[in-house]
């Protein structure tokens, strides 16, 4: 025990010591303001994204967020699977949860294979190569 307590605190030591994780590595934001008549980048909002691009990413995250719902509900089988204690009811179960935590996987990633697939088939002629992208500049003018 007093090994795992040395290892410990020696770790503890190396990760807070090191100037990645520490606040030596700390600098200031930049505060400098932007020149007169432009818009700040990389404020987070989508400028210019079409609908099309809009639908696509709600559906990839959607699917993702189910993805890693399912990915819990295999963890959470594995660990009942661990302390089923040889109950042959509770090994079923566990195992029954696993497997179709497991096809459950698999259709969320042939529903995210197809949904960018009809997607991207559907509108691909939609999009104009001269489309007018809606951003601050476009409306303020």
């Known amino acids: 025990m007093k090994i795992f307590l040395i ?7 190396m990760i807070f010591t090191n100037p ?15 020149e007169a008549g432009t818009i700040p980048g990389d404020t987070g909002i989508f400028e210019g994204t079409s609908l099309i691009e809009a ?17 819990g509900i295999f963890l959470y089988a594995g660990f009942e699977y661990a302390t089923s204690g040889g109950d042959d009811t509770k090994v079923q179960a566990a195992t029954k ?17 197809a949904s960018n697939a009809v997607l991207s088939f559907v509108f691909q002629d939609s999009v104009e190569e001269d489309e007018v992208k809606a951003n601050i500049s476009n409306i303020s003018n």
């Open 55 to 71: 639908i696509t990413i709600i559906i990839n995250w959607a699917l993702g967020f189910v993805g890693i719902f399912i990915f």
């Open 20 to 34: 990645e994780f520490s606040l030596a590595s700390f600098s200031p934001p930049d505060a400098t303001l932007p």
């Open 97 to 113: 949860r696993m497997v179709n935590a497991v096809i459950g996987l698999i259709i969320t990633f042939f529903a995210f294979v």
């Open 7 to 13: 290892i410990v605190a020696l770790l503890g030591i």
